[in-house]
């Protein structure tokens, strides 16, 4: 049973040298590398798709994931082979940490056919099942259980994985996350929930929406191991995920992970109030502090793994490769209207004997 | 042939499901060792064990949504809703997930997940416990519904259902679990999508499903008896996907039609029915279309109210003589 961790996030950051954990240290400097690129990339991808919303080009709704890169990066880099992991609408940093390319991602913003989805999902609702990646969930909290399931699925079919149910700090207080979070310690399921905690649930910060505000103390009404981390610096969700995710796929034990992040952006794109509920001042502080691009590329310099003329180069690669995903997108067909009934049931999808027995679909 | 419950089929069903396919176990609400609210699921976990037939909390929007993510891996849970009724409280996880995530992954992601539970009123439980959802399951395309009427059908397209690659919802009735039917003892399946004439008629068509395609055939019965009137009864069996050909068959041959259902009348499984009808045969009708339907208004508690509220046979009765009329 955990005993509750009073030690606030930060302390626990200045304190300890995440990079010399041993999940870092054995990174090579390739890998190294490839956690900036996967950070900036992020970063770049979504600064694109934000002028292609603001454009126009992009419809409903852009929820950015801007401020915490970190988290994905440093957890998704942690995946083996059965590992899967789920999110909700806030998907496209998962989305390109698993390695989703910028054109598919972006298509599947723009509607496009050539989406990763066909243009049937958009921005909330990306899904690689090649990649282990589940999805990109619409509604808070909904992906919770399913979470929950793909471990299930672990464990009944004896596999050595774990899954990564990720949720927001809004989702903390949906009834199906409470259920899940019971079930999931009652059957010894092999999933980490994390909580992403950026401080808002939409316009209602933690303080106004949970009364408990250290949202990780929650497991201990489960009885699940929990701990806090904070989500700016890579080394540090993977040195804290990688325990987490060793238990689970050891013991075939849940955890709840609550790692302290940011957004820069508003709940969504649309959220025009975001600098309404929360000051200016904040924000630019988390920025000058602790933006997880300027973190890892800090500390990359710092190691001398890369020089800083390297990782200018890589940041342009990821623009370039952002602008060209734009491109793509903005050039791709929409798929044609016979593609609106496909998709919808695997039988029928399926069906290429005709032996499907009534009607399937009702239009006139 | 063997003479057993409706109850019964549907055990064997998932019984001999379990034993043909390791991904297959049953998951709900007393399920397991308390041997199903309904004795639905009786010496199930005593035969097959913890792993393939799993007792859950009281959560049925935590269960329900595993289902659906370990169904993603390929389990093929079958999962029990104590009653139908309680699905409400999984709306987001059946009615968004199950129904959705293949069609916005793009046909990426398959739910094989069946929903099985009873879906009836008539029991004397008031409202929230006697829906009968299977239109609202019809609308979330992605979804499939199937309303067994009798023992042979519910051993069957259980069976279907459990091999079927998308989400299926098997309505059930408490009313009917202890009912008797002949059922072979060979292995059988009822696709989806196929309707079941239960009696020829030459004078009208009668058109229900689940229980109420029982009560129809006989008032079937008593019509021809006593009213001289020949009924043809079909059977839906299956709501979603929908034998369209046997109900407009039947109808050309009729002209007249009455459908009957337990579904509240507005927006119910009869108003797409008589739709079709309208539209697809129109010039074969000799008369409107008439339903009997539960009578609009929540589930009344009282016995002999709600045995009034619910269709019976003589209300179907004088249904088929206004439509006769």
């Not at chain 1, 934000?50 to 890169?69: S, T, W």
């Not at chain 1, 987490?244 to 955890?255: N, Q, Y």
């Not at chain 1, 952006?265 to 997880?292: F, L, Q």
Request: charged residues 25%; glycine residues 8%; negative net charge.
């Amino acid at each position: 049973m955990a005993t509750p961790k009073k030690k606030s996030a930060s302390k626990s950051a200045k304190s300890i040298d995440f990079a010399a954990a041993p999940i870092n240290q054995q990174l090579s400097k390739e890998e190294k590398i490839d956690l900036y690129r996967t950070i900036i990339g992020i970063r770049r991808f979504e600064e694109r798709s934000l002028r292609a919303y603001n454009q126009g080009k992009i419809g409903g709704f852009l929820h950015l994931y801007i401020g915490q890169e970190a988290v994905a990066t440093g957890i998704v880099s942690l995946m083996e082979k059965d590992d899967h992991i789920i999110t909700a609408y806030r998907d496209h940093g998962h989305a390109l940490a698993v390695g989703m390319s910028m054109n598919e991602c972006m298509a599947e913003m723009y509607g496009k056919y050539t989406g990763c989805s066909k243009g049937k999902g958009g921005s909330m609702h990306f899904f690689a099942p090649d990649k282990n990646y589940w999805g990109g969930h619409g509604i808070v909290a909904g992906q919770t259980p399913l979470g929950a399931g793909l471990a299930f699925a672990l464990k009944y079919k004896g596999l050595k994985g774990c899954a990564l149910a990720f949720l927001g700090d809004g989702a903390v207080n949906q009834g199906s996350f409470m259920e899940t979070l019971n079930l999931a310690s009652l059957w010894n399921i092999p999933v980490i929930f994390v909580i992403e905690n950026n401080g808002y649930s939409m316009g209602t910060s933690l303080k106004r929406s949970s009364a408990e505000e250290n949202l990780a103390h929650r497991a201990d009404g489960f009885d699940m191991e929990w701990e806090v981390c904070n989500g700016h610096d890579v080394y540090e969700v993977r040195e804290v995920a990688n325990r987490a995710m060793k238990r689970a796929r050891e013991e075939s034990k849940p955890f709840l992970l609550e790692i302290r992040t940011y957004r820069y952006r508003g709940h969504s794109v649309a959220d025009a109030n975001h600098e309404k509920y929360r000051t200016k001042e904040e924000i630019e502080e988390y920025k000058r502090t602790k933006d997880p691009v300027n973190v890892i590329r800090q500390k990359l310099i710092d190691e001398g793994v890369m020089t800083e003329a390297e990782a200018k180069k890589i940041d342009q690669e990821k623009k370039d490769e952002a602008e060209a995903s734009a491109k793509f997108a903005e050039e791709s067909p929409y798929a044609p209207r016979s593609e609106i009934q496909t998709d919808v049931y695997s039988e029928v999808d399926n069906d290429t004997e005709g032996k499907l027995k009534g009607t399937y679909f009702f239009n006139d | 042939m063997a003479l057993i419950t409706y109850r019964e089929a549907i055990k064997q069903a998932l019984d001999e499901e379990i034993q043909r396919d390791e991904n297959v176990c049953i998951m709900g609400e007393e399920v397991a060792q308390y041997n199903g609210a309904y004795k639905v699921t009786e010496g199930l976990w005593a035969k097959h064990g913890d792993k393939r037939v799993i007792d859950t909390p009281i959560s049925e929007a935590a269960f329900s949504g595993l289902a659906i993510g370990a169904s993603a891996l390929g389990v093929r849970p079958v999962i029990e809703m104590m009653f139908m009724s309680f699905s409400y409280v999984a709306i987001d996880q059946l009615f968004n997930n199950a129904s959705f995530c293949r069609y916005m992954s793009g046909g990426l992601m398959n739910i094989p997940i069946v929903v099985r539970g009873p879906a009836n009123g008539g029991t004397n439980v008031g409202a929230t416990h006697s829906h009968t959802p299977e239109n609202m399951v019809a609308n979330h395309p992605g979804l499939k519904v199937v309303c067994p009427s009798n023992a042979y059908d519910a051993k069957g397209l259980m069976k279907a259902a459990i091999r079927d690659d998308d989400p299926v919802f098997v309505m059930e009735n408490t009313l009917l679990y202890g009912e008797k039917w002949e059922v072979p003892e060979e292995e059988y399946i009822v696709e989806l999508g196929v309707a079941n004439v239960l009696k020829e008629g030459e004078d009208m068509t009668i058109v229900s499903h689940g229980r109420c395609a029982m009560l129809s055939l006989q008032a079937a019965k008593t019509l021809e008896e006593k009213h001289g009137i020949s009924v043809e009864v079909v059977d839906l069996r299956s709501i979603r996907p929908l034998d369209e050909e046997t109900i407009l068959n039947s109808v050309k041959k009729t002209g007249r039609v009455l459908l009957v259902e337990e579904n509240k009348p507005y927006c119910g499984v009869d108003a797409q029915i008589s739709h079709i009808i309208q539209l697809k045969a129109f010039d074969y009708l000799d008369g409107p279309i008439h339903r009997v339907s539960s009578i609009d208004a929540p589930q009344i508690y009282a016995k002999p109210l709600e045995d009034w509220q619910i269709p019976n046979e003589e209300r179907i009765i004088e249904g088929a003589l206004k439509t006769m009329a």
